[in-house]
């Protein structure tokens, strides 16, 4: 069998901080799950996202330490409208996330923005500008 790419996993600080913020952009989560060491969501497409605690990481590597300075793994959401957007960005900066790059045009033809998660991984927030869809 070939393998087939299913899942992205993250290994977060906090679990209940972690799902409050990938709420925030319409991931779902069971009930409960901001207690639990390992939590998955289904995405569009059949692809899972999956969070493990730090803890959970080191209960089979023992040694394991968190990665230092900047995420090296990147997440985007598809905000449907370049206001679409401007009102995730705002949202998620209102609730005190904390911004790396406010929304702007890109020249590449959409609207783009990145907002820090708990652990600070990059999650960028983009849309077609309306003259490029």
């Known amino acids: 069998m070939t393998p087939r790419f299913d899942l992205v996993g993250l290994v977060v600080s906090d679990m209940a901080a972690a799902l409050e913020f990938y709420r925030r952009l319409g991931l779902d ?10 939590v ?18 080191r209960s089979f590597v023992q ?3 968190p990665p230092q300075g900047a995420g090296r793994i990147g997440l985007a959401f598809h905000c449907g ?4 957007v401007d009102a ?28 820090l998660d708990p652990d600070g991984n990059g999650v960028d927030l983009f849309a077609p500008l309306a003259s490029a869809q």
């Open 29 to 38: 989560f069971p009930a409960g799950s901001d207690r639990q060491p390992h």
């Open 40 to 57: 998955e969501a289904a995405l569009p497409g059949g692809l899972r996202i999956a969070f493990d605690t730090e803890e959970t990481i």
């Open 63 to 65: 040694d394991w330490e």
């Open 81 to 84: 409208t370049p206001e679409g």
């Open 88 to 115: 995730a960005y705002a949202e998620l900066t209102g609730a005190g996330y904390r911004s790396e790059l406010k929304p702007f045009d890109a020249e590449w033809g959409q609207r783009y923005a990145t907002v």
